[in-house]
């Protein structure tokens, strides 16, 4: 589309940058990314591309609360 996506697609931004954004360290980022590797919920298809599992997302959303 227009601004450069695909549905089920996100580029993230880098570790440091999310970091800085969410007042957080980039470990922490790194960790919570890995995290969503390993549950599926994240796929790599590039250099900062990945699919994405919006229903894994919102399950993950879900029991944060």
Same mark, same amino acid.
């Not at 589309?1 to 969410?22: F, K, M, P, W, Y």
């Not at 250099?47 to 944060?64: H, T, W």
């Given at each position: 589309?227009? *601004? /450069? &996506?695909? @549905? /089920?697609?996100? %580029? ?8 800085? *954004?969410?007042s957080t360290t980039m470990e922490t980022v790194s %960790? &919570?990314?890995a995290e969503f590797k390993r549950a599926?919920?994240? !796929?790599?298809?590039?250099? !900062?591309?990945? %699919? *994405? ?5 919102? %399950? !993950? !959303?879900?029991?944060? @609360?």
């Open positions: 589309d227009d *601004i /450069g &996506h695909t @549905e /089920g697609q996100v %580029r993230l931004l880098s570790n440091l940058d999310s970091a800085g *954004i969410l %960790r &919570h990314v599926g919920t994240l !796929a790599k298809l590039g250099p !900062a591309l990945y %699919r *994405i599992d919006r229903s894994g997302l919102q %399950r !993950a !959303a879900d029991s944060s @609360e």
